[in-house]
Protein backbone atom coordinates (compact mmCIF):
# COMPACT_ATOMS: atom_id res chain seq x y z
CA UNK A 1 0.00 0.00 0.00
CA UNK A 2 1.37 3.62 -1.09
CA UNK A 3 -0.38 6.41 0.17
CA UNK A 4 -0.64 10.05 -1.22
CA UNK A 5 2.45 11.08 0.41
CA UNK A 6 4.07 8.15 -1.59
CA UNK A 7 4.69 6.61 1.96
CA UNK A 8 4.94 2.73 1.65
CA UNK A 9 2.67 0.90 4.49
CA UNK A 10 3.52 -2.30 6.08
CA UNK A 11 3.28 -1.97 9.33
CA UNK A 12 0.20 -2.72 11.78
CA UNK A 13 -0.23 -2.21 15.40
CA UNK A 14 -2.74 -3.93 17.05
CA UNK A 15 -4.07 -3.50 20.02
CA UNK A 16 -5.51 -6.28 21.30
CA UNK A 17 -7.40 -4.67 24.72
CA UNK A 18 -8.24 -1.80 26.61
CA UNK A 19 -7.14 -3.18 30.03
CA UNK A 20 -3.99 -2.91 31.99
CA UNK A 21 -2.99 -4.28 35.41
CA UNK A 22 -0.86 -0.43 35.90
CA UNK A 23 -2.61 3.07 35.89
CA UNK A 24 0.85 5.03 34.33
CA UNK A 25 -0.43 8.62 35.21
CA UNK A 26 -0.24 10.34 31.73
CA UNK A 27 -2.10 7.11 30.02
CA UNK A 28 -4.89 5.98 32.78
CA UNK A 29 -6.76 7.33 35.28
CA UNK A 30 -6.52 6.02 38.96
CA UNK A 31 -10.36 4.94 38.59
CA UNK A 32 -13.72 5.67 36.93
CA UNK A 33 -12.45 3.69 34.01
CA UNK A 34 -15.07 2.31 31.75
CA UNK A 35 -13.46 -1.25 30.49
CA UNK A 36 -14.81 -2.10 27.17
CA UNK A 37 -16.53 -5.73 27.49
CA UNK A 38 -15.94 -8.28 25.44
CA UNK A 39 -18.24 -7.80 22.79
CA UNK A 40 -16.94 -4.85 22.34
CA UNK A 41 -13.73 -5.78 21.20
CA UNK A 42 -12.15 -7.61 18.02
CA UNK A 43 -12.29 -11.43 18.91
CA UNK A 44 -9.68 -13.31 18.25
CA UNK A 45 -10.43 -15.13 14.88
CA UNK A 46 -11.24 -11.38 13.49
CA UNK A 47 -8.01 -9.89 14.40
CA UNK A 48 -6.88 -12.66 12.32
CA UNK A 49 -9.02 -12.32 9.63
CA UNK A 50 -8.03 -8.73 9.67
CA UNK A 51 -4.55 -9.74 9.21
CA UNK A 52 -4.66 -11.87 6.86
CA UNK A 53 -6.42 -9.29 4.84
CA UNK A 54 -3.69 -6.82 5.67
CA UNK A 55 -1.18 -8.91 4.46
CA UNK A 56 -2.79 -8.86 1.43
CA UNK A 57 -2.49 -5.05 1.21
CA UNK A 58 1.17 -5.22 2.04
CA UNK A 59 1.36 -5.16 5.85
CA UNK A 60 4.34 -7.58 6.77
CA UNK A 61 4.88 -6.70 10.22
CA UNK A 62 2.55 -7.35 13.18
CA UNK A 63 3.08 -5.30 16.51
CA UNK A 64 0.88 -5.98 19.64
CA UNK A 65 0.10 -3.79 22.23
CA UNK A 66 -2.82 -2.87 24.21
CA UNK A 67 -3.78 -1.87 27.23
CA UNK A 68 -1.11 -4.55 28.47
CA UNK A 69 -1.37 -7.14 25.97
CA UNK A 70 -0.29 -9.38 28.26
CA UNK A 71 -3.61 -9.82 30.45
CA UNK A 72 -5.97 -10.79 27.97
CA UNK A 73 -6.40 -14.44 27.68
CA UNK A 74 -4.98 -16.82 25.31
CA UNK A 75 -2.59 -14.43 23.60
CA UNK A 76 -0.16 -17.46 22.82
CA UNK A 77 -2.87 -18.70 20.57
CA UNK A 78 -3.42 -15.51 18.78
CA UNK A 79 0.58 -15.26 18.13
CA UNK A 80 0.56 -18.14 16.25
CA UNK A 81 -2.31 -17.79 14.54
CA UNK A 82 -1.00 -14.65 13.58
CA UNK A 83 2.84 -16.12 12.76
CA UNK A 84 1.24 -18.62 10.24
CA UNK A 85 0.13 -16.05 7.78
CA UNK A 86 2.64 -16.54 4.88
CA UNK A 87 3.53 -12.90 4.02
CA UNK A 88 3.86 -11.63 7.68
CA UNK A 89 7.36 -11.69 8.35
CA UNK A 90 7.56 -10.18 12.29
CA UNK A 91 5.80 -10.25 15.49
CA UNK A 92 6.57 -8.59 18.27
CA UNK A 93 4.61 -7.42 20.94
CA UNK A 94 5.23 -4.18 23.54
CA UNK A 95 4.02 -4.35 27.36
CA UNK A 96 4.87 -3.30 30.93
CA UNK A 97 6.77 -6.29 31.75
CA UNK A 98 4.90 -7.17 34.99
CA UNK A 99 3.89 -10.87 34.23
CA UNK A 100 6.54 -11.08 30.93
CA UNK A 101 8.97 -13.46 33.33
CA UNK A 102 6.04 -16.22 33.78
CA UNK A 103 5.08 -15.71 30.48
CA UNK A 104 8.12 -15.19 28.36
CA UNK A 105 8.69 -19.33 27.43
CA UNK A 106 5.18 -19.68 25.77
CA UNK A 107 5.40 -16.35 24.03
CA UNK A 108 8.73 -17.10 22.33
CA UNK A 109 7.59 -20.47 21.44
CA UNK A 110 4.63 -19.15 19.91
CA UNK A 111 6.53 -17.34 17.48
CA UNK A 112 6.66 -14.25 18.67
CA UNK A 113 10.16 -12.63 18.05
CA UNK A 114 10.78 -9.77 19.92
CA UNK A 115 9.67 -7.24 22.86
CA UNK A 116 9.57 -3.86 23.75
CA UNK A 117 8.99 -3.27 27.31
CA UNK A 118 7.83 0.18 28.77
CA UNK A 119 9.70 1.42 31.91
CA UNK A 120 9.95 5.09 33.02
CA UNK A 121 11.99 4.58 35.76
CA UNK A 122 14.82 2.65 37.41
CA UNK A 123 13.79 3.77 40.96
CA UNK A 124 11.02 1.20 42.67
CA UNK A 125 9.83 4.22 44.78
CA UNK A 126 9.56 6.56 41.62
CA UNK A 127 7.83 3.22 39.65
CA UNK A 128 5.12 3.01 41.92
CA UNK A 129 4.65 7.10 41.83
CA UNK A 130 4.59 6.61 38.20
CA UNK A 131 2.48 3.46 37.60
CA UNK A 132 0.38 3.48 40.90
CA UNK A 133 1.77 -0.22 41.50
CA UNK A 134 4.41 -1.90 43.16
CA UNK A 135 5.88 -4.02 40.29
CA UNK A 136 9.02 -2.43 40.04
CA UNK A 137 10.91 -5.64 40.46
CA UNK A 138 8.96 -8.09 38.13
CA UNK A 139 9.48 -5.53 35.15
CA UNK A 140 13.21 -5.86 35.83
CA UNK A 141 12.71 -10.08 35.98
CA UNK A 142 10.75 -9.97 32.67
CA UNK A 143 13.15 -7.96 30.53
CA UNK A 144 16.14 -10.67 32.35
CA UNK A 145 14.22 -13.70 31.18
CA UNK A 146 13.63 -12.13 28.03
CA UNK A 147 17.06 -11.92 27.25
CA UNK A 148 17.88 -14.71 28.36
CA UNK A 149 15.36 -17.20 26.04
CA UNK A 150 16.57 -14.29 23.07
CA UNK A 151 13.04 -12.69 22.60
CA UNK A 152 15.82 -10.13 21.30
CA UNK A 153 16.98 -7.67 20.81
CA UNK A 154 15.14 -6.05 23.91
CA UNK A 155 13.84 -2.20 23.57
CA UNK A 156 12.94 -0.59 26.67
CA UNK A 157 11.04 2.29 25.57
CA UNK A 158 11.10 5.02 28.51
CA UNK A 159 8.80 8.28 28.31
CA UNK A 160 11.27 11.01 29.61
CA UNK A 161 9.21 13.94 31.59
CA UNK A 162 10.93 16.91 32.98
CA UNK A 163 11.39 17.14 36.40
CA UNK A 164 9.87 13.37 36.90
CA UNK A 165 12.64 11.13 35.41
CA UNK A 166 14.84 13.39 33.68
CA UNK A 167 17.56 13.04 36.02
CA UNK A 168 17.56 9.44 35.39
CA UNK A 169 19.26 9.35 31.64
CA UNK A 170 22.28 8.57 32.59
CA UNK A 171 21.14 5.80 35.09
CA UNK A 172 19.51 4.17 31.81
CA UNK A 173 22.30 4.92 29.58
CA UNK A 174 24.63 2.90 32.39
CA UNK A 175 22.16 -0.40 31.86
CA UNK A 176 22.94 -0.28 28.36
CA UNK A 177 26.76 -1.43 29.73
CA UNK A 178 25.68 -3.82 32.40
CA UNK A 179 22.57 -5.47 29.83
CA UNK A 180 22.59 -6.10 25.87
CA UNK A 181 19.61 -3.76 26.15
CA UNK A 182 18.43 -0.88 23.76
CA UNK A 183 16.92 2.00 25.54
CA UNK A 184 14.15 4.04 23.50
CA UNK A 185 13.91 7.66 25.25
CA UNK A 186 10.82 9.13 24.03
CA UNK A 187 9.23 12.26 24.27
CA UNK A 188 6.43 13.05 26.01
CA UNK A 189 3.09 13.24 24.04
CA UNK A 190 0.21 14.66 24.54
CA UNK A 191 -3.12 11.77 25.08
CA UNK A 192 -6.88 12.60 25.97
CA UNK A 193 -7.93 14.73 28.94
CA UNK A 194 -5.95 13.51 31.74
CA UNK A 195 -4.65 15.91 34.43
CA UNK A 196 -0.92 15.42 33.28
CA UNK A 197 0.26 18.61 31.56
CA UNK A 198 2.06 17.97 28.20
CA UNK A 199 3.23 21.41 28.64
CA UNK A 200 4.83 21.21 31.52
CA UNK A 201 6.85 18.16 31.87
CA UNK A 202 7.83 17.78 28.01
CA UNK A 203 11.40 17.85 27.52
CA UNK A 204 12.55 18.02 23.98
CA UNK A 205 15.28 15.00 22.17
CA UNK A 206 17.77 17.63 21.39
CA UNK A 207 17.75 18.59 25.21
CA UNK A 208 18.64 15.05 26.41
CA UNK A 209 21.14 15.17 23.78
CA UNK A 210 23.14 18.08 24.79
CA UNK A 211 22.83 16.54 28.11
CA UNK A 212 24.50 13.08 27.08
CA UNK A 213 27.20 14.77 24.95
CA UNK A 214 28.37 16.67 27.80
CA UNK A 215 29.34 14.18 29.46
CA UNK A 216 29.77 11.06 27.05
CA UNK A 217 30.83 10.63 23.13
CA UNK A 218 27.76 9.75 21.27
CA UNK A 219 28.65 7.29 18.51
CA UNK A 220 25.24 7.67 15.55
CA UNK A 221 24.34 4.32 14.34
CA UNK A 222 23.31 4.03 10.67
CA UNK A 223 19.81 3.04 10.16
CA UNK A 224 18.75 0.12 7.99
CA UNK A 225 15.52 -0.79 6.64
CA UNK A 226 12.67 -1.27 9.02
CA UNK A 227 14.83 -0.32 12.05
CA UNK A 228 11.81 2.52 13.07
CA UNK A 229 12.05 6.01 13.50
CA UNK A 230 14.46 6.19 16.42
CA UNK A 231 17.84 7.96 15.63
CA UNK A 232 20.23 5.70 17.60
CA UNK A 233 23.67 5.66 19.04
CA UNK A 234 26.34 3.65 20.75
CA UNK A 235 27.53 4.94 24.36
CA UNK A 236 31.07 3.68 24.88
CA UNK A 237 30.72 0.24 23.29
CA UNK A 238 28.20 -0.38 25.17
CA UNK A 239 26.49 -4.01 25.08
CA UNK A 240 23.11 -2.09 24.08
CA UNK A 241 22.30 1.19 22.50
CA UNK A 242 19.85 4.64 23.15
CA UNK A 243 17.95 6.02 21.05
CA UNK A 244 15.45 8.92 20.70
CA UNK A 245 11.60 8.72 19.59
CA UNK A 246 11.00 12.60 18.68
CA UNK A 247 7.98 12.38 17.71
CA UNK A 248 7.15 16.18 19.01
CA UNK A 249 9.96 18.27 18.42
CA UNK A 250 11.01 16.70 15.22
CA UNK A 251 8.69 14.69 13.93
CA UNK A 252 9.46 11.37 11.19
CA UNK A 253 5.85 11.43 9.99
CA UNK A 254 7.35 11.60 6.25
CA UNK A 255 8.67 8.10 6.90
CA UNK A 256 5.66 6.79 9.11
CA UNK A 257 4.87 3.27 7.62
CA UNK A 258 2.33 2.42 10.14
CA UNK A 259 -1.16 1.96 10.60
CA UNK A 260 -3.19 1.14 14.08
CA UNK A 261 -5.95 -0.83 14.68
CA UNK A 262 -7.52 -0.33 17.99
CA UNK A 263 -9.08 -3.17 20.27
CA UNK A 264 -12.90 -2.17 19.31
CA UNK A 265 -11.95 -2.89 16.06
CA UNK A 266 -11.24 1.01 14.72
CA UNK A 267 -9.27 1.32 11.96
CA UNK A 268 -6.59 4.45 12.51
CA UNK A 269 -4.09 5.85 9.80
CA UNK A 270 -2.74 8.36 12.65
CA UNK A 271 -1.91 8.18 16.29
CA UNK A 272 -3.01 11.77 16.44
CA UNK A 273 -5.80 11.88 13.69
CA UNK A 274 -9.09 11.12 15.51
CA UNK A 275 -10.44 10.00 11.53
CA UNK A 276 -11.39 5.65 12.13
CA UNK A 277 -12.31 3.23 10.12
CA UNK A 278 -15.19 0.73 11.85
CA UNK A 279 -13.76 -2.96 10.74
CA UNK A 280 -15.59 -4.71 13.30
CA UNK A 281 -18.73 -3.41 11.90
CA UNK A 282 -17.62 -4.19 8.23
CA UNK A 283 -16.79 -7.75 9.85
CA UNK A 284 -19.94 -8.09 11.96
CA UNK A 285 -22.18 -7.21 8.47
CA UNK A 286 -20.40 -9.97 6.75
CA UNK A 287 -18.02 -8.01 4.49
CA UNK A 288 -15.97 -10.11 2.02
CA UNK A 289 -12.62 -9.79 1.73
CA UNK A 290 -13.01 -7.24 -1.51
CA UNK A 291 -14.46 -5.06 0.91
CA UNK A 292 -12.18 -5.22 4.20
CA UNK A 293 -8.89 -4.52 1.33
CA UNK A 294 -11.18 -1.45 0.21
CA UNK A 295 -10.90 -0.31 2.84
CA UNK A 296 -7.87 -1.17 4.28
CA UNK A 297 -6.61 0.72 0.85
CA UNK A 298 -9.06 4.44 1.71
CA UNK A 299 -7.50 4.27 5.25
CA UNK A 300 -4.17 4.36 3.85
CA UNK A 301 -5.22 6.78 1.54
CA UNK A 302 -6.73 8.97 4.17
CA UNK A 303 -3.40 9.09 6.09
CA UNK A 304 -2.80 12.97 7.03
CA UNK A 305 0.93 14.16 5.57
CA UNK A 306 2.29 15.13 9.19
CA UNK A 307 0.55 15.64 12.39
CA UNK A 308 0.31 18.89 13.91
CA UNK A 309 0.99 18.32 17.63
CA UNK A 310 4.04 20.59 18.90
CA UNK A 311 2.59 23.60 16.30
CA UNK A 312 -0.26 24.14 18.06
CA UNK A 313 -0.06 22.51 22.03
CA UNK A 314 -1.74 22.19 24.02
CA UNK A 315 -3.20 19.92 20.87
CA UNK A 316 -4.23 16.31 21.86
CA UNK A 317 -6.26 13.37 20.55
CA UNK A 318 -9.91 12.27 21.89
CA UNK A 319 -9.06 9.19 23.40
CA UNK A 320 -6.09 8.49 25.89
CA UNK A 321 -3.23 6.18 25.02
CA UNK A 322 -4.66 3.06 26.62
CA UNK A 323 -7.59 3.10 23.92
CA UNK A 324 -5.74 3.58 21.07
CA UNK A 325 -2.73 1.45 21.79
CA UNK A 326 0.59 2.00 22.92
Given at each position: ?I???????D???????D?C?L????????????????????????????V??A????????????????????????????T?????????????G?????????????????I?????T??????N???????????????E??????????K?N??????????????????????????????????????FQ?????????????K?????????????????????F????A??T??F??A????????????????????R?????N????L??????N??D?????????????K???????????????????????
Amino acid sequence: MIDCYNRKIDYLRISITDRCNLRCRYCMPEEGITERSHSEILSYEQIVRIVHIASQCGIRKVRLTGGEPLVRKNICKLISSITSIPKINEVSLTTNGVVLSAMADDLKAAGLNRINVSLDTLNPARFNLITRRNNFYEVIKGIEKAISIGLTPVKINTVLMKDINDDEIFDFIDLTTKMPVHIRFIEFMPFGNLPFQQQIHFISSNEIKQKISSRLKMSEIKKTQGSGPAETFSVNNAKGTIGFISAISNHFCSDCNRIRLTANGKLRSCLFSNGETNLKLALENNANDKVLINLFRRAVLNKPDRHRIGEILPATTSLDMYQIGG
